[in-house]
């Protein structure tokens, strides 16, 4: 059980905007930065979104994050089929960890 | 270019000890702010983050594991390397190590999956 709660799976069609949620606690999300990595089949994760709202270079505008309280969520506008893969949540935790979410496999249907 | 290899044994018995090393490439790791994270994923399942070394040294533990955990790293040949004692079939799974700031890594090793089994 990942301390981090996101849907198993999201999916969407070429074009659409779909969002995927990450909620934790006081501890975690509602005190720190959020961080979402995207890991695409077979290959290393890859920094997707950093502090909250902020995209390293090199990642699409089409991508974005937002945070409100004790959750977090990750948009994709623009769907494409090379955004196909899993998709996970991170934060610190007061407890003195790093705690990822379960991960949410998104198919582009 | 910053590169990352992971190596070790890709088998390992129930209550035998784990060693890994993460090869630093086109990186010091003496620069500050930066460090070495080791991160697992169990087949089909999501990522453990369990240890992080700074570059002054300093080292941070999964609290959940940190019994069985040691990190260290030899900056002069650019690796870390993390030791997990008393394996257990559970912790089969892929073994990462990620270059950043403990939260935010930049760079990430291809992984190398390691399997628990007598």
């Known amino acids: 059980q990942s301390v981090l709660t996101q849907p198993p799976s999201a999916s969407g069609t070429p074009g659409q905007r779909v969002t995927i949620s990450c909620s934790g606690s006081?501890?975690?999300?509602?005190?720190?930065?959020v961080y979402w990595y995207q890991q695409l089949p077979g290959t290393a994760p890859k920094l997707l979104i950093y502090r909250n709202n902020q995209r390293p270079s090199g990642v699409p505008d089409r991508f974005s994050g937002s945070k409100s309280g004790t959750s977090a969520s990750l948009a994709i506008s623009g769907l494409r089929s090379e955004d196909e893969a899993d998709y996970y949540c991170?934060?610190?935790?007061?407890?003195?960890?790093?705690?990822f979410g379960g991960g949410t496999k998104l198919t582009v249907l | 270019q910053v590169t990352l290899k992971e190596s070790g044994p890709v088998l390992v018995k129930p209550t035998e000890t784990l060693t890994l090393t993460c090869t630093v490439s086109g990186f010091s790791l003496s620069n500050a702010r930066m460090g070495v994270s080791w991160i697992r994923q169990p087949p089909g399942k999501a990522l453990e983050w369990l240890a992080h070394i700074f570059s002054n040294d300093e080292k941070s533990y999964s609290t959940s594991l940190k019994s069985r955990l040691t990190i260290s790293k030899d900056t002069s040949k650019s690796q870390v390397v993390l030791t997990m004692t008393n394996m257990d079939p559970v912790d089969t799974a892929t073994y990462y190590c990620a270059l950043g700031t403990m939260i935010e890594f930049d760079y990430w090793g291809q992984g190398t999956l390691v399997t628990v089994s007598s």
């Open positions: 006081s501890s975690n999300i509602g005190s720190n930065y």
């Open positions: 991170a934060a610190w935790d007061d407890s003195l960890s790093l705690v």
